[in-house]
Structures are given as structure tokens and as C-alpha cells.
Nanobody, 124 residues
Framework: VQLQASGGGLVQPGGSLILSCTASGFKLEHYAIAWFRQAPGQEREWALC????????HYADSVKGRFTISRGNAKNTVNLQMNNLTTEDTGVYYC??????????????????WGQGTLVTVSS
């Protein structure tokens, strides 16, 4: 059973990046998926999530209007589209799976599985 985050890299301010969260060993459709991020020297913070049954999405104010979470066409994948990136978006991004959470999700969890993190660096 594993959750893997991928797609991080270096991008210029104003640019875009797509992260993916892929599950193996369990069906991602039964879980709400959240993305957290941790900037250098700061605590990890919740960024956004998608619920399991209704795919309702919820965003922190810091990413609202710029980031979009969706379930991918590929099975067992959730994508995070990040647009208009700023240097404040730099950090390690983690995806996490919460069982249930059919209609609503948040950063509260509990999250049963965590990905290993993927580094996003926004710099000119």
C-alpha cells in the first residue's frame, strides 16, 4: 500500500506546474485526497482537498483561484494544477488520503496514507 506524489520541479514566478498523487494497493476513489505543503523553516500547512464520493473541492485562501485539484483520467490518480505560482508557493508538497469524507474534506483528517513529498521551487 503506497501513495506517491510526483511532478515537482523548478518553475519561474507566474508559471504553472502539475503535481500528481498516485495510489497503489488501494482504490483512491474511496478516499478524500488532500495536499499539504511545507515551506522551508515553516510548519506543514493544508492547501486543498477533494472529497471521495461527490468530488467536492475545498481550498485554503492562499491557493484559492490559482490551484485546482481533480481526479485524473488515469485510475488511482489525483492531480493538482498550480497556476500563477509565486515564491511563497515554494516547498515540499505532500498528498494524503482520508478514508470516507464523502461530501466534505479538510486538513483535519485523519489521513490514513501519506505520500513521500515532492519539492516545488518557484524562483527566477
Amino acid at each position: 500500500v503506497q501513495l506517491q506524489a510526483s511532478g515537482g520541479g523548478l518553475v519561474q514566478p507566474g508559471g504553472s506546474l502539475i503535481l500528481s498523487c498516485t495510489a497503489s494497493g488501494f482504490k483512491l476513489e474511496h478516499y478524500a485526497i488532500a495536499w499539504f505543503r511545507q515551506a522551508p523553516g515553516q510548519e506543514r500547512e493544508w492547501a486543498l482537498c477533494i472529497s471521495s464520493m461527490t468530488d467536492s473541492t475545498h481550498y485554503a485562501d492562499s491557493v484559492k483561484g490559482r490551484f485546482t485539484i481533480s481526479r485524473g483520467n488515469a485510475k488511482n490518480t489525483v492531480n493538482l494544477q498550480m497556476n500563477n505560482l509565486t515564491t511563497e508557493d515554494t516547498g515540499v508538497y505532500y498528498c494524503a488520503a482520508e478514508r470516507g469524507a464523502f461530501y466534505y474534506c479538510s486538513g483535519d483528517g485523519p489521513h490514513e496514507f501519506w505520500g513521500q513529498g515532492t519539492l516545488v521551487t518557484v524562483s527566477s
